[in-house]
């Protein structure tokens, strides 16, 4: 799905599964630093499934989510979110809230 084609929230709250949304900006500096972070807690065989979604003025998919920093990670469990990260620092921040979402 493109950033042009993101999924409504009522789309996403039916998703069944592990869902990973990545809010952010393809300009924004703290998203920049944090798409290698994410790109390897995404690397090994994992159930997530990963959405890059572009935010900004008049995108209601990150209102819908009170996304207010980039990059924010929203770990959804068949459509209902069980974790959260702003601005992430490191692969094991990442890797740890994957972790605590499943269970």
Do not use: N
Not at 24 to 32: I, Y
Not at 81 to 90: D, N
């Amino acid at each position: 799905m493109s950033e042009l084609e993101s999924p409504s929230p009522a789309q996403l709250g039916a998703w069944p599964g592990l869902t990973l949304l990545v809010f952010g900006t393809a300009w924004c500096g703290h998203c920049r630093a944090a798409q290698p972070l994410i790109a390897q807690a995404l690397a090994a065989p994992t159930p997530w499934q990963h959405l890059q979604i572009e935010d900004g003025p008049g995108r209601a998919l990150g209102r819908s989510y009170r996304v207010k920093l980039w990059p924010t990670l929203v770990l959804l469990r068949d459509g209902q979110e069980v974790a959260r990260l702003v601005r992430p620092a490191s692969v094991q921040d990442i890797e740890d809230a994957m972790t605590r979402a499943l269970s």
